[in-house]
């Protein structure tokens, strides 16, 4: 009877796995590699230090902010609807700003890409709680970035100077974006406590900042431009 033949095994390879590239074994290239290591490391702390060397002059707090017309609060999520931890402390230290008459208008600019999340209309719920009237708080709807908000601050609601309000991790990018949109600022870095949302904002700082340098250097379109709209220069005149 004639032999069958064996049907065959699946035949099984290991992964291979990924192999970092061999260090020089001369100490010339030794040399290099490290000298290439380090200039890779400078170029990445170039535009976070930028930032720091460009913005320093402009720092200030809620007690010696200059008086502006306008403040803006850059969104930062919401929580169960409303503003999240981080972004309540940057509407209450713009609602002081106007108790205290240093500021007569608030444009809050956030995301609003959705239906289900507004972060304007959750900040202005917020700021109304606090003391500030509805008819002086005006919304962006479509700040859905830094650039974006500062961009549109500028071309879209006519605001030429304004006092920004951020987190400490952030005021310095929100300063460079807005002077290179034509908005003259000063920025208010809120407290925050150091704690994850802490530490992962600064670490994406840092990225964020090579961003912000591209953004100066070619100026894009925000993501939506739109119409101008005139409810900071309505709430202006409503409030002499």
């Known amino acids: 009877m004639p032999r069958l033949p064996r049907p065959k095994r699946p ?3 290991r992964p ?20 290439a290591l380090m200039v890779l490391c400078v170029l990445a702390l170039l535009p976070v230090t930028w930032l720091y060397v460009s913005t320093g002059d402009r720092l200030r707090t809620t007690a010696d902010a200059p008086r502006t017309q306008v403040a803006i ?12 931890l981080y972004l309540a402390h ?6 002081k700003l106007y108790r205290e008459g240093r500021v007569e208008v608030v444009l809050v600019t956030g995301d609003n890409s959705r239906k289900d999340y507004d972060e304007p209309d959750a900040m202005r719920t917020y700021l109304t709680a606090h003391g500030v009237p509805d008819r002086r708080i005006v919304s962006d709807y479509a700040g859905f ?3 974006d908000s500062c961009v549109r601050a500028r071309r879209i609601f006519g605001v030429h100077e304004a006092v920004l309000i951020s987190q400490g991790f952030h005021i310095r ?3 460079a974006l807005c002077r290179a949109a034509g908005v003259r600022s000063y920025g208010i870095g809120v407290d925050a406590r150091h704690d994850v949302t802490w530490y992962y904002g600064g670490t994406r700082e840092i990225f964020a900042a090579g961003k912000a340098a591209l953004d100066v250097v070619f100026k894009p379109d925000p993501h939506f431009l739109g119409p101008k709209e005139h409810g900071v220069t309505r709430a202006l005149a409503a409030a002499r």
Request: no cysteine.
């Open 145 to 147: 970035d830094t650039w």
């Open 90 to 95: 940057r509407l209450d230290a713009a609602a």
């Open 173 to 175: 990018r929100a300063l």
């Open 16 to 35: 291979r796995l990924l192999r970092l590239p061999a260090l020089p074994r001369t100490r010339g290239g030794q040399r290099r590699a490290v000298q």
């Open 11 to 13: 035949s099984f390879r």
């Open 73 to 84: 609060v850059f969104g930062a999520g919401l929580s169960a609807g409303g503003p999240s």
